[in-house]
């Protein structure tokens, strides 16, 4: 399994951003994926998840209404346009999904890509 994060960079406050994960080595479409984010200091933090099958939704409060989520199984990506980013979004991003093997799961992390929201 490979999850491959893209597209972060420097963005002023307001602006926007699309990240991208590109994914390989297990079905894409069977899974949910789930973008997290981890402030220098501070634990991980969950951000966004969709499903597999319905390409449910849902989000952490301080991202709602700003960030939206979705994924392309015929390009087995998923991604996380975030609008109106405000400087406390500066983090490094991560994607994640779990597979499960033999009724145990695994979770699987991407390298991460840096998001920088600033002036």
């Known amino acids: 399994v490979q999850l491959v994060e893209s597209g972060g960079g420097l963005v002023q406050p307001g602006g926007s951003l699309r990240l991208s994960c590109a994914a390989s080595?297990?079905?894409?479409?069977?899974?949910?994926m789930s973008w997290f984010r981890q402030i220098s200091g501070r634990r991980r933090e969950w951000v966004a998840v969709?499903?597999?099958?319905?390409?449910?939704?849902n989000y952490a409060d301080s991202v709602k209404g700003r960030f939206t989520i979705s994924r392309d199984n015929a390009k087995n990506t998923v991604y996380l346009q975030m609008n109106s980013l405000k400087p406390e979004d500066t983090a490094v991003y991560y994607c994640?999904?779990?597979?499960?093997?033999?009724?145990?799961?695994?979770?699987?992390w991407g390298q991460g890509t840096q998001v920088t929201v600033s002036s």
């Open positions: 080595g297990f079905t894409f479409s069977n899974h949910a």
């Open positions: 969709i499903g597999s099958t319905d390409g449910s939704t």
């Open positions: 994640q999904t779990t597979t499960v093997v033999s009724g145990r799961g695994k979770e699987y």
